[in-house]
């Protein structure tokens, strides 16, 4: 299992507890869902279930036949979710700029999934996440 080691990083199991606390009532991430979301194979309620549970198998190397190599940096999970509407979701809960992130959902809107979160992150990267979710005091 890789560890982590770097000061911009997180255990992805305390980023988990962290997430799990943040507001499902984000306007901008649920429309983007219902529109342009994922529709099969759901077996979350929100966003935020999604997520959380997704961290906490992280380390363990997967969850619902979703396989990856066993990791409990928050950083590097991140950098390889492949659902932008989680993504958005995390952004806004945490309370990125609305227009950062309407800009973001008109540029993304048509991209293949890995492409769009791809877009996300290169505007709203990993240290701008722990720089948010230090702000909400969590």
Same mark, same amino acid.
């Given at each position: 299992m890789m560890s982590v080691n770097s000061e911009n990083d997180m255990d992805v199991l305390d980023f988990a507890r962290k997430i799990s606390m !943040?507001?499902?009532?984000? %306007? @901008?991430? *649920?429309? =983007?869902? @219902? %529109?342009?979301?994922?529709?099969? *194979?759901?077996w979350w309620h929100c966003q935020r279930e999604h997520l959380t549970v997704w961290c906490l198998h992280y380390p363990t190397g997967g969850v619902h036949g979703y396989n990856h190599r066993s990791n409990n940096s928050a950083k590097y999970m991140y950098y390889h979710f492949g659902r932008p509407e989680t993504l958005l979701w995390l952004a806004e809960a945490l309370n990125e700029c609305d227009d950062l992130l309407n800009s973001l959902v008109e540029e993304i809107k048509d991209k293949a999934p890995s492409s769009a979160c791809g877009d996300i992150r &290169?505007? @709203?990267? =990993?240290? &701008? @996440? !722990? &720089?948010l979710l230090e702000q909400k005091n969590l």
């Amino acid at each position: 299992m890789m560890s982590v080691n770097s000061e911009n990083d997180m255990d992805v199991l305390d980023f988990a507890r962290k997430i799990s606390m !943040l507001d499902t009532d984000t %306007k @901008i991430s *649920n429309e =983007f869902d @219902i %529109k342009y979301g994922q529709k099969n *194979n759901r077996w979350w309620h929100c966003q935020r279930e999604h997520l959380t549970v997704w961290c906490l198998h992280y380390p363990t190397g997967g969850v619902h036949g979703y396989n990856h190599r066993s990791n409990n940096s928050a950083k590097y999970m991140y950098y390889h979710f492949g659902r932008p509407e989680t993504l958005l979701w995390l952004a806004e809960a945490l309370n990125e700029c609305d227009d950062l992130l309407n800009s973001l959902v008109e540029e993304i809107k048509d991209k293949a999934p890995s492409s769009a979160c791809g877009d996300i992150r &290169r505007e @709203i990267p =990993f240290n &701008r @996440i !722990l &720089r948010l979710l230090e702000q909400k005091n969590l």
